[in-house]
């Protein structure tokens, strides 16, 4: 099963959209709540990452019997460091955006953290493309 679904850059109204939807399908399919938790952070930090720093993007979400990759592409400013951008904490995030509390320098960590396979790509003056895979089972 796939699902696509497109994010507005700098709308905050809409993030977490993709992330709702995709829990409930898995929820329906019965994948465990632990291995849920860790998808929806997943999608939802890289939703963010481009409602924040994006001007668009989208996710494709590819549901397997015993795994979900996830695709997330946005046409943005790029990551000119992606080494420095993995780093907890680091942030290039506006002033606006943080005084939402958002962009805490914690996204691209943490969808690392939560992934069991993770893949990067940036182009500088292009955008980024992430790769998030996650297994149903430990």
Known sequence: MQFEFEV????????????SEVKKILKQ??????IIKRIVVAIYE????????AYKG??????????IKIILEDE???IPDIEKAMEAGFSTA???????????GMGLPNIRKNADEFRIESEV??????????FFKA
């Open 29 to 34: 399919l019965s994948v465990d709540d632990k």
């Open 46 to 53: 890289a939703e963010v990452n481009i409602v924040a720093h």
């Open 58 to 67: 989208w996710i494709l979400a590819d549901i397997d019997l015993d795994r």
């Open 94 to 104: 506006s002033a606006k955006v943080r005084e939402m509390g958002f962009g805490a």
């Open 8 to 19: 507005e850059g700098g709308n905050f109204s809409k993030a977490g959209t993709a992330s």
């Open 76 to 78: 943005g400013p790029g």
């Open 125 to 134: 003056g292009k955008g980024t493309k992430l790769k998030i895979v996650v």
